[in-house]
Protein backbone atom coordinates (compact mmCIF):
# COMPACT_ATOMS: atom_id res chain seq x y z
CA UNK A 1 0.00 0.00 0.00
CA UNK A 2 1.20 3.41 -0.92
CA UNK A 3 0.85 5.29 2.51
CA UNK A 4 1.28 8.88 1.26
CA UNK A 5 -1.24 8.39 -1.30
CA UNK A 6 -4.11 7.48 0.80
CA UNK A 7 -3.05 10.19 3.27
CA UNK A 8 -3.70 12.53 0.70
CA UNK A 9 -7.20 10.56 -0.33
CA UNK A 10 -8.15 10.87 2.89
CA UNK A 11 -8.42 14.76 3.37
CA UNK A 12 -9.98 14.53 -0.07
CA UNK A 13 -9.81 17.72 -2.06
CA UNK A 14 -13.33 19.27 -0.47
CA UNK A 15 -14.57 20.07 -3.46
CA UNK A 16 -17.76 17.64 -3.67
CA UNK A 17 -20.92 19.00 -2.42
CA UNK A 18 -20.82 16.01 0.51
CA UNK A 19 -17.51 18.21 1.42
CA UNK A 20 -18.27 21.65 0.79
CA UNK A 21 -21.40 21.32 2.87
CA UNK A 22 -20.05 19.47 5.76
CA UNK A 23 -17.06 21.47 5.72
CA UNK A 24 -14.81 18.24 5.68
CA UNK A 25 -11.49 20.10 4.56
CA UNK A 26 -11.02 22.19 7.33
CA UNK A 27 -12.52 19.04 9.49
CA UNK A 28 -10.11 17.20 8.72
CA UNK A 29 -7.16 19.46 8.99
CA UNK A 30 -8.36 19.54 12.69
CA UNK A 31 -5.80 17.18 13.64
CA UNK A 32 -1.93 17.17 13.00
CA UNK A 33 -0.63 15.73 10.03
CA UNK A 34 1.09 12.50 9.84
CA UNK A 35 4.57 14.02 9.63
CA UNK A 36 3.75 16.15 13.11
CA UNK A 37 2.41 12.57 14.96
CA UNK A 38 4.80 12.00 17.74
CA UNK A 39 3.48 8.33 17.63
CA UNK A 40 0.74 6.89 15.40
CA UNK A 41 -1.77 6.91 18.87
CA UNK A 42 -1.30 10.40 19.25
CA UNK A 43 -3.91 10.66 16.14
CA UNK A 44 -6.24 8.17 17.73
CA UNK A 45 -5.52 10.70 21.31
CA UNK A 46 -6.57 13.98 19.17
CA UNK A 47 -9.74 12.62 17.53
CA UNK A 48 -11.73 11.12 20.73
CA UNK A 49 -11.07 14.29 22.23
CA UNK A 50 -12.12 16.23 19.55
CA UNK A 51 -15.39 14.48 19.15
CA UNK A 52 -15.93 14.32 23.05
CA UNK A 53 -15.79 18.13 22.31
CA UNK A 54 -18.75 17.68 19.62
CA UNK A 55 -20.89 15.45 21.62
CA UNK A 56 -20.35 17.87 24.46
CA UNK A 57 -21.67 21.14 21.97
CA UNK A 58 -24.49 18.96 20.91
CA UNK A 59 -25.69 18.20 24.15
CA UNK A 60 -25.30 21.44 25.47
CA UNK A 61 -27.11 23.25 22.10
CA UNK A 62 -30.35 20.36 23.06
CA UNK A 63 -30.35 21.17 27.01
CA UNK A 64 -31.12 24.89 26.04
CA UNK A 65 -33.63 23.63 23.83
CA UNK A 66 -35.32 20.90 26.41
CA UNK A 67 -35.24 24.20 28.63
CA UNK A 68 -37.43 25.84 26.68
CA UNK A 69 -39.35 23.12 26.11
CA UNK A 70 -39.95 22.47 29.09
CA UNK A 71 -41.05 26.67 29.97
CA UNK A 72 -43.63 25.80 26.94
CA UNK A 73 -45.04 22.90 29.43
CA UNK A 74 -43.99 20.29 25.83
CA UNK A 75 -43.24 17.12 27.54
CA UNK A 76 -43.39 15.32 24.98
CA UNK A 77 -40.81 17.24 23.13
CA UNK A 78 -38.23 17.74 26.00
CA UNK A 79 -38.33 13.77 26.74
CA UNK A 80 -37.32 13.27 22.82
CA UNK A 81 -34.54 16.13 23.55
CA UNK A 82 -33.50 14.04 26.81
CA UNK A 83 -33.09 10.86 24.82
CA UNK A 84 -30.77 12.62 22.60
CA UNK A 85 -29.20 13.94 25.30
CA UNK A 86 -28.48 10.52 27.20
CA UNK A 87 -27.54 8.40 23.82
CA UNK A 88 -24.39 11.23 23.66
CA UNK A 89 -23.93 10.47 26.95
CA UNK A 90 -23.33 6.80 26.60
CA UNK A 91 -21.46 7.41 23.50
CA UNK A 92 -18.71 9.70 25.10
CA UNK A 93 -18.39 6.99 27.85
CA UNK A 94 -18.30 4.33 25.62
CA UNK A 95 -16.00 6.06 23.11
CA UNK A 96 -12.89 6.55 26.33
CA UNK A 97 -12.55 3.27 25.82
CA UNK A 98 -10.80 3.60 22.69
CA UNK A 99 -8.00 5.25 24.35
CA UNK A 100 -7.18 1.61 26.63
CA UNK A 101 -6.35 0.39 23.36
CA UNK A 102 -3.05 2.94 23.49
CA UNK A 103 -0.19 1.60 25.91
CA UNK A 104 1.29 3.39 28.86
CA UNK A 105 4.45 4.42 27.04
CA UNK A 106 2.91 6.30 23.96
CA UNK A 107 1.03 8.32 26.29
CA UNK A 108 3.80 9.31 28.10
CA UNK A 109 5.63 10.56 25.08
CA UNK A 110 1.92 12.25 23.88
CA UNK A 111 1.91 13.39 27.58
CA UNK A 112 4.96 15.49 26.48
CA UNK A 113 3.02 17.40 24.29
CA UNK A 114 -0.03 18.50 26.15
CA UNK A 115 1.51 21.91 28.20
CA UNK A 116 -0.63 21.67 31.77
CA UNK A 117 -3.46 21.50 29.94
CA UNK A 118 -6.15 19.65 31.83
CA UNK A 119 -9.63 18.39 30.68
CA UNK A 120 -10.91 20.79 33.56
CA UNK A 121 -10.25 23.17 30.73
CA UNK A 122 -12.85 21.39 28.23
CA UNK A 123 -15.30 24.39 26.88
CA UNK A 124 -18.09 21.59 26.51
CA UNK A 125 -17.53 20.40 30.00
CA UNK A 126 -17.52 23.71 31.67
CA UNK A 127 -20.54 24.51 30.11
CA UNK A 128 -22.60 21.49 31.14
CA UNK A 129 -21.33 21.23 35.10
CA UNK A 130 -22.89 24.84 34.42
CA UNK A 131 -26.48 24.13 33.12
CA UNK A 132 -28.05 22.19 35.64
CA UNK A 133 -28.75 24.74 37.83
CA UNK A 134 -30.64 26.13 35.51
CA UNK A 135 -32.58 23.25 34.20
CA UNK A 136 -33.66 21.91 37.90
CA UNK A 137 -35.09 25.70 38.58
CA UNK A 138 -37.06 25.46 35.45
CA UNK A 139 -38.59 21.62 36.36
CA UNK A 140 -39.23 23.13 39.50
CA UNK A 141 -41.19 26.21 38.76
CA UNK A 142 -43.08 24.25 35.80
CA UNK A 143 -43.80 20.70 36.96
CA UNK A 144 -43.80 21.06 40.83
CA UNK A 145 -44.70 24.43 41.88
CA UNK A 146 -47.14 25.47 39.38
CA UNK A 147 -49.04 22.00 40.24
CA UNK A 148 -48.42 22.64 43.98
CA UNK A 149 -46.91 19.05 44.20
CA UNK A 150 -44.05 18.00 45.85
CA UNK A 151 -41.05 15.03 44.60
CA UNK A 152 -42.62 12.95 47.50
CA UNK A 153 -46.02 13.25 45.70
CA UNK A 154 -44.61 12.91 42.54
CA UNK A 155 -42.75 9.64 43.71
CA UNK A 156 -44.88 7.96 46.12
CA UNK A 157 -48.01 9.24 47.84
CA UNK A 158 -49.80 10.55 44.57
CA UNK A 159 -47.35 8.67 42.11
CA UNK A 160 -48.71 8.22 38.75
CA UNK A 161 -46.06 8.37 36.00
CA UNK A 162 -46.78 11.16 34.66
CA UNK A 163 -45.66 14.03 32.53
CA UNK A 164 -43.60 15.34 35.88
CA UNK A 165 -42.15 11.90 36.79
CA UNK A 166 -41.16 11.71 33.20
CA UNK A 167 -39.06 14.84 33.69
CA UNK A 168 -37.90 13.84 36.74
CA UNK A 169 -36.54 10.58 35.44
CA UNK A 170 -35.04 12.27 32.68
CA UNK A 171 -33.15 14.40 34.81
CA UNK A 172 -31.85 11.31 37.34
CA UNK A 173 -30.65 9.82 34.13
CA UNK A 174 -28.38 12.45 33.08
CA UNK A 175 -26.88 12.79 36.61
CA UNK A 176 -26.66 8.98 36.53
CA UNK A 177 -24.65 9.33 33.07
CA UNK A 178 -22.62 12.10 34.38
CA UNK A 179 -21.14 9.99 37.05
CA UNK A 180 -21.01 6.65 34.55
CA UNK A 181 -18.37 8.90 32.34
CA UNK A 182 -16.66 10.47 35.30
CA UNK A 183 -16.10 7.05 36.80
CA UNK A 184 -14.95 5.26 32.83
CA UNK A 185 -12.65 8.34 32.83
CA UNK A 186 -11.11 7.51 36.00
CA UNK A 187 -10.34 4.19 35.02
CA UNK A 188 -9.00 5.66 31.90
CA UNK A 189 -6.64 7.48 33.93
CA UNK A 190 -5.41 4.69 36.17
CA UNK A 191 -4.95 2.63 33.16
CA UNK A 192 -2.86 4.93 31.72
CA UNK A 193 -1.01 6.96 34.08
CA UNK A 194 -1.56 4.68 36.81
CA UNK A 195 -3.14 5.62 40.44
CA UNK A 196 -2.63 8.44 42.92
CA UNK A 197 -0.14 10.07 40.05
CA UNK A 198 -0.08 13.44 39.59
CA UNK A 199 -2.08 15.71 36.74
CA UNK A 200 -0.20 18.20 34.23
CA UNK A 201 -1.09 20.61 37.22
CA UNK A 202 0.93 19.07 39.59
CA UNK A 203 -2.25 18.09 41.53
CA UNK A 204 -2.54 14.24 42.38
CA UNK A 205 -5.67 13.14 40.07
CA UNK A 206 -7.56 11.73 43.11
CA UNK A 207 -8.80 15.69 43.67
CA UNK A 208 -11.41 14.27 40.45
CA UNK A 209 -13.05 12.40 43.77
CA UNK A 210 -15.00 15.03 44.57
CA UNK A 211 -16.80 15.42 40.92
CA UNK A 212 -17.15 11.19 41.33
CA UNK A 213 -19.67 12.31 44.49
CA UNK A 214 -21.37 15.16 42.48
CA UNK A 215 -25.15 15.04 41.81
CA UNK A 216 -26.69 17.68 39.98
CA UNK A 217 -29.86 16.99 41.45
CA UNK A 218 -29.45 15.54 44.68
CA UNK A 219 -33.50 15.86 45.45
CA UNK A 220 -33.59 13.10 42.61
CA UNK A 221 -31.82 10.82 45.01
CA UNK A 222 -32.69 11.96 48.62
CA UNK A 223 -36.55 11.09 47.11
CA UNK A 224 -35.33 7.60 46.91
CA UNK A 225 -33.65 7.10 49.98
CA UNK A 226 -36.99 8.81 52.12
CA UNK A 227 -39.34 6.40 50.57
CA UNK A 228 -36.73 3.14 51.32
CA UNK A 229 -36.69 4.60 55.12
CA UNK A 230 -40.73 5.09 54.98
CA UNK A 231 -41.45 2.08 53.37
CA UNK A 232 -39.03 0.28 55.52
CA UNK A 233 -40.72 1.19 58.21
CA UNK A 234 -43.02 -1.49 57.80
CA UNK A 235 -40.94 -4.09 58.30
CA UNK A 236 -38.21 -2.27 60.23
CA UNK A 237 -34.41 -1.87 59.47
CA UNK A 238 -34.35 -5.94 58.28
CA UNK A 239 -37.10 -8.48 57.15
CA UNK A 240 -37.40 -11.57 58.73
CA UNK A 241 -36.42 -14.61 56.30
CA UNK A 242 -39.12 -15.69 53.56
CA UNK A 243 -40.67 -18.91 54.69
CA UNK A 244 -40.48 -21.82 51.84
CA UNK A 245 -43.33 -22.12 49.91
CA UNK A 246 -45.78 -25.49 50.96
CA UNK A 247 -45.14 -26.96 47.81
CA UNK A 248 -41.04 -26.63 46.67
C1 LIG B 1 -5.31 8.92 28.35
C2 LIG B 1 -6.40 9.62 28.45
C3 LIG B 1 -6.68 10.61 29.53
C4 LIG B 1 -5.97 10.89 30.65
C5 LIG B 1 -4.67 10.26 31.15
C6 LIG B 1 -6.67 11.95 31.33
C7 LIG B 1 -6.24 12.52 32.50
C8 LIG B 1 -6.91 13.50 33.19
C9 LIG B 1 -6.45 14.10 34.43
C10 LIG B 1 -5.14 13.74 35.13
C11 LIG B 1 -7.36 15.02 34.80
C12 LIG B 1 -7.27 15.96 36.02
C13 LIG B 1 -6.50 17.18 35.58
C14 LIG B 1 -6.42 18.33 36.57
O1 LIG B 1 -5.60 18.33 37.48
O2 LIG B 1 -7.22 19.28 36.38
C15 LIG B 1 -8.42 14.99 33.80
C16 LIG B 1 -9.56 15.75 33.85
C17 LIG B 1 -10.54 15.70 32.89
N1 LIG B 1 -10.48 15.04 31.68
FE1 LIG B 1 -9.16 13.64 31.16
N2 LIG B 1 -7.78 12.28 30.63
C18 LIG B 1 -7.82 11.50 29.51
C19 LIG B 1 -8.78 11.51 28.50
C20 LIG B 1 -9.86 12.33 28.48
C21 LIG B 1 -10.85 12.37 27.44
C22 LIG B 1 -10.87 11.53 26.16
C23 LIG B 1 -11.75 13.30 27.78
C24 LIG B 1 -12.93 13.64 26.94
C25 LIG B 1 -13.73 14.60 27.13
C26 LIG B 1 -11.34 13.86 29.06
C27 LIG B 1 -11.99 14.83 29.76
C28 LIG B 1 -11.63 15.28 31.01
C29 LIG B 1 -12.48 16.13 31.80
C30 LIG B 1 -13.86 16.64 31.40
C31 LIG B 1 -11.80 16.39 32.99
C32 LIG B 1 -12.35 17.17 34.19
C33 LIG B 1 -13.10 16.12 35.01
C34 LIG B 1 -13.78 16.62 36.28
O3 LIG B 1 -13.58 17.78 36.68
O4 LIG B 1 -14.49 15.81 36.89
N3 LIG B 1 -10.18 13.25 29.45
N4 LIG B 1 -8.11 14.07 32.84
Redesign the pocket.
Known amino acids: MNRSEYEVMMRGAGQLDYEIYLNTARLLACQKTPEDLCNPDELQ?MI??QV??LW?KLMATTLLDIHDEMLAGNTFKALTLFRRVHICQEM?TTQ?SL?ET?SPKD?QEIRLLLGNG???E?PG?RVLLKMPKDLWATFEAVYLESGNRTLEQVYDSEYRHDDTYMIAEALAEFDEQFQKF?NA?MQ??YR??GVA?N???G?P?E??NE?LRQKFFPALWTVRAEMTDRWGGSYGQKRAKLEPKADA
Open positions: FVHEEMMLLMYSGQSFRHLISIASLKRVILG
